[in-house]
């Protein structure tokens, strides 16, 4: 079905509503009133609060945690970049994936935001020009077609076999989808075609052993983090009706959240979701026998949240440190490069920044940020300020 158009602002944001137009306050991107005063060779390129990502679509009522506040809140993030060049910055928010070009991150375009049920939880990734969109909500995985990225269609919220999911991992080399914690924390993780038909797929395999949180994939190999359980498995999915477990091993904080290869996939590094538990990084020449190798922790007390690799830098998504970017070209002992708190607030725990894109080969980097929404920043740093396409 085509998106609606609300209305067309001075600014060209756009917005839809669950079946219906109106029209919508505008709302400017903006630098953040009060910039971190101790960023670390990273610089603010723009900030849109959640205000401006939902732009006027009514937050519903909610039987969430409180985490979720009045404007709502930020979740998981992404980003997608057009056939021809142009960047967008992809944002799940309480109310739906918010979509903002961000070519020229200086001056960003809000494109607009899909809306969803309301959930404390939503994580997107990309196939080709199309978006997948996970979330805890009970309402299916949401499909967008961004051939026309201006224009953004939704296809369907797809619920063939489950109705939610925690996060989501693409295989772009086989056209595979893992859906991580499908149906809650006995769903463990389902597997679609998404290369045969993108705006339908099919259920192609599953696996029940054990919950999965989140995934990383190389080759035919799935890192999966076992949160509830407290390791990290590796499994054999080069057939995908046939998920085989290859070995698993205990993380240090026993509440293995996420994990990401450096780009020879000898090491991987990984974060518990604990207070005061760093990212671990772990040599897997062997990889039966895992020797862990280094530690980072951007200060006590805190936890790095979500991580991704680009060629030999780590970003590390830190709740309330904000972003942090290292230096991993020797794994066995990360460096910090840059660094932009995205919550200057007092308290502690799972507050601030959620997800973190780096776009690759570049120093554009989004965030999403639980109670700031969006945030633009770019290391500035030695061999940075690489802003622009």
Same mark, same amino acid.
């Given at each position: 079905m085509l998106i609606q158009r609300a209305s067309v602002l001075s600014l060209g944001i756009l917005a839809w509503a669950c079946g219906a137009e109106g029209p919508l306050s505008s709302a400017?991107?903006?630098?953040?009133?009060?910039? =971190?005063?101790?960023?670390?060779?990273?610089?603010?390129?723009?900030?849109? =609060?959640?205000?401006?990502? /939902?732009? $006027?679509?009514?937050?519903?009522?909610?039987?969430?945690?409180a985490v979720i506040g009045p404007n709502g809140a930020g979740s998981g993030n992404w980003g997608y970049t057009s056939p021809d060049g142009r960047r967008f910055a992809l944002t799940g928010t309480s109310a739906g994936l918010s979509i903002v070009e961000v070519s020229d991150p200086r001056k960003p375009r809000a494109i607009g935001l899909v809306p969803g049920a309301t959930s404390q939880w939503r994580e997107v990734r990309t196939y080709g020009h199309y978006l997948y969109i996970s979330t805890e909500a009970k309402t299916g995985l949401d499909i967008v077609d961004m051939a026309d990225p201006d224009h953004p269609r939704k296809v369907q919220t797809w619920s063939k076999t489950?109705?939610?999911? /925690?996060?989501?991992?693409?295989?772009?080399?086989?056209?595979?989808?893992?859906?991580?914690?499908?149906?809650?924390?006995?769903?463990?993780?389902?597997?679609?075609?998404?290369?045969?038909?993108?705006? =339908?797929?099919?259920?192609?395999?599953?696996? &029940? =052993?054990?919950?999965? /949180?989140?995934? /990383?994939?190389?080759?035919?190999? &799935?890192?999966?983090?076992?949160? &509830?359980? $407290?390791?990290?498995?590796?499994?054999?999915?080069?057939?995908?009706?046939?998920?085989?477990?290859?070995?698993?091993?205990?993380? $240090? $904080?026993?509440?293995?959240?996420?994990?990401?290869?450096?780009?020879?996939g000898r090491y991987l590094f990984t974060t518990d979701e604990r207070s005061g538990r760093p990212l671990e990084g772990w040599d897997l020449l062997d990889p039966l026998a895992p020797r862990k190798v280094s530690e980072y922790l951007g200060r006590a007390g805190t936890i790095p949240h979500n991580v991704m690799v680009d060629g030999d830098r780590l970003l590390v998504a830190h709740y309330v440190e904000g972003v942090h970017l290292l230096d991993i070209r020797n794994p066995e002992q990360p460096v910090l490069l840059g660094s932009y708190d995205t919550y200057?607030?007092?308290?502690?725990?799972?507050?601030?920044a959620w997800g973190a894109y780096i776009f690759p080969g570049s120093d554009v980097i989004v965030v999403s940020d639980i109670e700031g929404g969006l945030y633009v920043v770019g290391y500035s740093g030695p061999g940075g300020g690489r802003f622009h396409r």
């Open positions: 400017a991107p903006t630098a953040s009133a009060t910039p =971190d005063p101790n960023a670390r060779n990273m610089t603010l390129l723009a900030h849109l =609060d959640l205000t401006a990502l /939902h732009n $006027g679509v009514a937050h519903a009522q909610h039987d969430e945690p489950f109705t939610s999911a /925690h996060t989501v991992t693409v295989d772009t080399e086989r056209g595979l989808l893992f859906a991580n914690g499908a149906n809650g924390r006995r769903g463990g993780m389902r597997v679609l075609d998404i290369g045969t038909d993108p705006e =339908d797929p099919e259920e192609v395999g599953a696996l &029940y =052993d054990f919950y999965v /949180h989140d995934g /990383h994939l190389r080759g035919t190999v &799935y890192y999966a983090s076992a949160i &509830y359980d $407290g390791f990290e498995s590796l499994l054999d999915t080069s057939d995908p009706r046939r998920l085989r477990e290859i070995t698993r091993f205990f993380t $240090g $904080g026993r509440f293995t959240h996420n994990s990401w290869l450096t780009r020879d200057l607030g007092t308290e502690e725990g799972f507050h601030g």
